[in-house]
């Protein structure tokens, strides 16, 4: 039985480096380990020994049990219509001018491929554990709404809206005479651009079955699987951390843990300053245990307010540039339910 | 920043980009100025700065002389359908807007122009003398800035067209727009301002950018390290520091903010800003 542990929280929290490092305890406590990251720092994808973009994961070189895949997100589209499309169709996709712009404006359809890439992996019943380090794209928490919002778009809802009622065949959409939406929309835009959206939309509508049925194992290995949110004790990342408690229980499970990353030790809050202590020394340390306090206030009231588990992970001066620092970093956290995250 | 009509404040996300354009915003109404702050992401970003509650399409007044709004796009479509185009005898705009709506998350630029020439009004208009937005991501932002552009290149004929004009030259014009990008000194945020600012080189779509680089730690001249607590913080901020100073070496910053230790609520780091903003400017 593989299990499955997806890494999740704002960007820019340290949400990769946690997911790596949880990967390196799990392969050293003898599970076979499969570390997902999306868009990892240059020192740890060379850290975890994967160097190039690309859904295969590779074994690490000196830790036998671990292994890492880096997900191209930018692809996101083209597997979707590649996986889900007729041959023929799925190239006319692949090569439509509006991919790009369809996919910046629609981030589900990146978490959809992650998602569904990461389901691959659990389904392929090769590793112990999975650890999806979950993309930030549309916040975080849209990762887990992805897959239904994905289904919702390619079914036609955008068609829909466009034609201002039933679906259209190839020839209704240029009925435009009946249709004063389009009318307008012609005005306003041109009629060849509207015609070249909505080709791309019939066009995509071809592959709902597909994306609507694999949506539904995506589901189901999502609520099967242990969720951890990280953050810093920042008032933004914090802000987000809140709406997965918030939020997640009914669209997966309650998080196991809130892991609060680059949190000052609590000794910091009162040092002892020793008597020949210089004044610009003396005024650091201050700054600091000022610091260590409002670190200390902000996780309290998280843990008060959501009755969250909360757990620590060091401010870190190392750079981590080997499976060691990564290792070292994990094991200086605390209050980390490793049991109930699927390791040890 | 001040001489601008428009400051655009970008930054990777989790940088502290919202707080950097509340102190901007909050710097110019301290100096007088009529000034309209615009939250262009996800709601609250911005406002909590403000400590007001959610924003509105409809700007408000949050201090004397500082008014500050949400983009909503579907308004300012509305806005733009009825106002700008002077779209005659479309009466079900509601059907309209959502029709617009469900083409543009197909169509590059559509969705863009509409926030970001928003925006542009604002500044045509004389009602502000500054307009502060605080915008989406680098990692967006591009699109933003290009949109007008875009639509030029995208739609051969139509009204929307006939718009992108001004606002490109609004957005090129030195005099009127200052993008600034707000970045931290440590990896990841450094590489997206590089790979930001060559892309800025390459399309000239805004003039030169500035940098500004937040949470930037005082240096340590005290080489001493006493045993205990005291010591760890010392070494512990000595490594940090000069951690730092190889990523600030990388972008050189047109302004640094200091780490703000110990600040609880986001007002009272906007107002900080503010001040350390005055010091620099």
């Known amino acids: 039985m593989t299990k499955t542990l997806l890494v999740t929280g704002a960007g820019g929290v340290g949400k990769t480096t946690i997911a790596a490092a949880v990967g390196v305890i799990a392969a050293r406590e003898g599970l076979r380990t499969l570390v997902v990251t999306v868009d990892p720092a240059r020192r740890l994808a060379s850290a975890l020994g994967i160097s190039h973009l690309g859904d295969e994961p590779t074994p690490h070189v000196d830790e036998p049990l671990l292994w890492a895949a880096m997900l191209d997100a930018a692809a996101s589209w083209r597997a979707v219509a590649m996986r889900h499309a007729d041959p023929d169709v799925a190239t006319r996709l692949a090569d439509n001018e509006f991919f790009q712009a369809a996919s910046e404006h629609f981030p589900a359809s990146q978490s959809y491929a992650a998602a569904d890439q990461a389901a691959t992996f659990v389904q392929a019943r090769a590793w112990d554990l999975v650890v999806v380090d979950t993309p930030p794209s549309g916040g975080g928490i849209d990762f887990f709404a992805a897959p239904a919002q994905m289904a919702d778009l390619v079914g036609g809802r955008l068609l829909r809206w466009i034609t201002g009622g039933p679906l259209p065949g190839r020839k209704l959409l240029y009925n435009r005479a009946a249709r004063p939406m389009l009318r307008v929309a012609d005005s306003i835009l041109g009629s060849n651009l509207l015609e070249r959206v909505a080709e791309f939309l019939v066009d995509l509508r071809t592959t709902y079955d597909g994306v609507a049925r694999r949506g539904r194992e995506i589901e189901k290995v999502m609520r099967e699987s242990s969720i951890v949110v990280i953050t810093t004790a920042d008032p933004v990342p914090v802000r987000e951390a809140v709406k997965f408690y918030r939020e997640l229980p009914g669209l997966a499970s309650t998080p196991e843990a809130v892991i609060f990353n680059r949190s000052l030790p609590d000794a910091w809050a009162n040092p002892s300053v020793p008597p020949k202590t210089t004044a610009e020394l003396r005024h650091i340390a201050e700054l600091w245990g000022s610091e260590t306090l409002r670190q200390r206030d902000m996780r309290e009231e998280f843990s008060a307010r959501y009755g969250a588990t909360v757990a620590t992970v060091p401010l870190s001066d190392e750079p981590l540039t080997d499976l060691d620092g990564l290792a070292l970093l994990m094991s200086q956290g605390s209050g980390i339910p490793w049991e109930r995250i699927g390791v040890g | ?281």
């Open chain 2, 1 to 281: 920043m001040l001489d601008k009509r428009l400051v655009i404040v970008s930054g990777k996300g989790g940088v502290g980009k919202s707080a950097v354009a509340a102190g901007l915003a909050l710097l110019g109404q301290r100096n007088g100025l009529r000034v309209l702050a615009v939250e262009m992401g996800s709601p609250g970003g911005l406002s909590t700065h403000f400590s007001t509650g959610p924003l509105e399409f409809k700007p408000r007044e949050v201090r004397p002389g500082l008014h500050a709004m949400h983009i909503v796009r579907s308004e300012a479509l509305l806005e733009y359908l009825s106002l700008q185009l002077r779209l005659p005898g479309v009466r079900r705009f509601g059907a309209v807007a959502r029709a617009f709506d469900a083409l543009a998350t197909a169509a590059p630029a559509i969705r863009e122009i509409i926030t970001i020439g928003k925006i542009l009004w604002e500044v045509k208009e004389d009602r502000w003398d500054l307009v502060v937005a605080d915008a989406p991501p680098t990692g967006q932002i591009g699109s933003y800035l290009r949109a007008p552009r875009s639509i030029s290149e995208l739609v051969p004929t139509g009204r929307i067209r006939a718009q992108s004009e001004w606002m490109t030259a609004t957005l090129a014009d030195a005099d009127m727009t200052q993008l600034a990008i707000v970045t931290l000194p440590e990896e990841l945020p450094t590489t997206e301002t590089l790979e930001t600012m060559r892309w800025l080189e390459d399309e000239h779509i805004v003039p030169p950018p500035v940098v500004i680089t937040n949470r930037a730690l005082p240096e340590l001249e005290d080489k001493s390290s006493p045993d205990g607590v005291v010591g760890e913080i010392a070494n512990l901020h000595r490594s940090l520091w000069s951690e730092q100073q190889h990523w600030l070496a990388q972008v050189p910053p047109d302004l640094t903010l200091p780490y703000m230790f110990g600040l609880f609520t986001p007002g009272e780091v906007a107002a900080h800003m503010s001040d350390e903003l005055e010091t620099l400017t």
